[in-house]
């Protein structure tokens, strides 16, 4: 997926402003600190009592938010509102995180508190989800992996620096990370567009399969997660630090090597990595002494969040080609990996509360897991699967549209915007499908048809068909 094709320099596709680059790693910053350590609370015997409930909480609550996000959806025009409507998100978010953090006396009291802010970051995080999935729908496909792989080492060195800060400033900072994630994304509504070759295809067999690897692998995932989470406050933020540090390792040389090495499809590749890596740790994980359990969950965990950036970079492609709503394509998937972990996890606390694994995962479950991983990768989503999902169909013969139109901007001096409306008028869609696809209201759409008919001098569609169509047949 991620190709390089700028004069054959590695470094070249980091010339668009880099800073943008961090902007998803401050929402997953978040989301490892809010999960995978007590940095928001701040009582380590309210936290131990509820361990179990706050981090199932966390992730139904998304789930649930996402889900009635997608029926919200249907009647408004949400993403055309998203510059106000992301701003209220991550601000919510942000807020919630503070009512999560507070130490108050009563413990039912802050129990419903934290509830309530747990809900409240459910809400925020919902809408920050689609909204950066409706960037990636029509980022430039090397560019939205430079964004993916970056983010995931930062998430990771942040999540490192905040834990060691003291308490109170851990959690400012932890309540900001939304707001940076949000501004950093309305600041990059400029980057690279996609240059595929549009098709209507839409791979509904291909889809199905992707759909069974997007709940078998948040299942057992949330297996080990369950296992992963010592009744004390202090057992728990030792493992999961050092969790936290393998994966930082690990993405660190990802990302390194995405920069680095030239034509190499990422997809693909981080597809290789994920049933290796969990099935080496669910092997191990019942033989590992205490001390170095941690490895064996960190290597399941990198399989995991391996696979959750493939699938991030499987969506935008999957909206962009068959033109499907960004809201149900991200809102579906990230439900999806939010129940199937919810329920992995459920079913592995409930393990452990019945007293069928108190020290370690039982050996038979884990060999369960490993069989079922690699079953999934043999014969129902295999690596050819992945390759036909990510192939990019073009006819030999004719020019290649996104040429076409990158020759007209050029040569009229069209923003990136206007030279997206243009390929869409081109292909003589309307103004309300114009609209659905870009993400913009129906007035937005007028606007930027208003100034590409001045710029480009015409006054009449026909006219600037004519132009499309003699701009085409320069280019044969």
């Known amino acids: ?112 508190v934290a509830v309530v802010g747990m809900a409240m970051t459910g809400i925020g995080n919902s809408f920050l989800i689609v909204t950066w999935g409706a ?72 889809l199905w399969k992707a759909i069974v690897a997007m709940a078998v692998i948040p299942f057992v995932f949330g297996i080990a997660r369950a296992f992963s989470s010592p009744a004390e406050a202090s057992d728990f933020d030792e493992l999961q630090h050092s969790i936290v540090l393998g994966m930082t390792v690990f993405a660190l040389a990802v990302a390194v090597f995405v920069v680095l090495a030239p034509r190499q499809r990422t997809v693909v590749r981080l597809y290789r990595f994920v049933v290796p890596l969990m099935a080496a740790g669910f092997i191990a994980l019942p033989f590992a002494p205490n001390e170095y359990r941690w490895m064996a969950f960190s290597a399941i965990m990198c399989g995991f969040y391996s696979f959750e950036g493939l699938v991030w970079l499987l969506q935008p492609e999957y909206v962009f080609r068959t033109k499907t709503s960004t809201i149900k394509v991200f809102g579906w998937g990230r439900c999806l990996f939010h129940l199937f972990g919810f329920a992995g996890a459920t079913f592995g606390f409930f393990a452990i509360n019945q007293g069928m694994a108190s020290a370690s995962i039982p050996i038979s479950i884990c060999l369960v897991i490993v069989l079922v991983l690699i079953l999934l990768s043999t014969y129902v989503f295999t690596e050819h699967d992945l390759r036909l999902f990510i192939a990019k169909p073009k006819m030999a013969s004719e020019p290649d549209d996104a040429q076409v139109y990158r020759a007209i901007g050029a040569k009229y001096g069209l923003s990136g915007r206007e030279e997206e409306v243009l390929a869409m008028l081109g292909k003589g869609r309307s103004a309300p499908f114009i609209a659905d696809s870009l993400f913009i209201s129906k007035g937005t759409v007028k606007t930027h048809t208003r100034h590409i008919y001045d710029k480009m001098g015409v006054h009449s569609k026909q006219e600037l068909l004519d132009i499309i169509e003699n701009e085409g047949r320069e280019l044969r």
Not at 26 to 34: P, S
Not at 151 to 163: E, I, Q, R, W
């Open 1 to 112: 997926m991620i190709e390089i094709t700028q004069h054959g320099n590695p470094l070249a596709r980091l010339s668009v402003k880099p800073w943008r680059l961090f902007g998803f790693g401050y929402y997953q910053a978040w989301i490892y600190l809010a999960v995978l350590s007590t940095v928001l609370f701040a009582d380590p015997d309210f936290f131990s009592t509820h361990l179990q409930f706050t981090r199932q909480f966390f992730s139904l609550s998304v789930a649930v938010c996402l889900f009635c996000l997608i029926f919200v959806s249907q009647k408004l025009d949400i993403l055309s509102k998203r510059h106000y409507l992301l701003v209220m998100a991550a601000s919510l978010t942000a807020m919630g995180t503070m009512l999560i953090s507070l130490p108050l006396q009563d413990s039912g009291v802050q129990f419903a």
């Open 135 to 206: 960037l990636w729908s029509r980022m430039d496909t090397d560019r939205m992996g430079l964004h993916l792989v970056v983010s995931n080492a930062f998430a990771g060195c942040l999540y490192l620096v905040v834990t060691v800060l003291p308490d109170f400033l851990a959690v400012i900072v932890t309540a900001a990370l939304p707001l940076c994630s949000a501004f950093t994304l309305l600041a990059s509504e400029d980057e690279p567009l996609r240059q595929q070759e549009d098709t209507s295809a839409k791979p509904k067999r291909l």
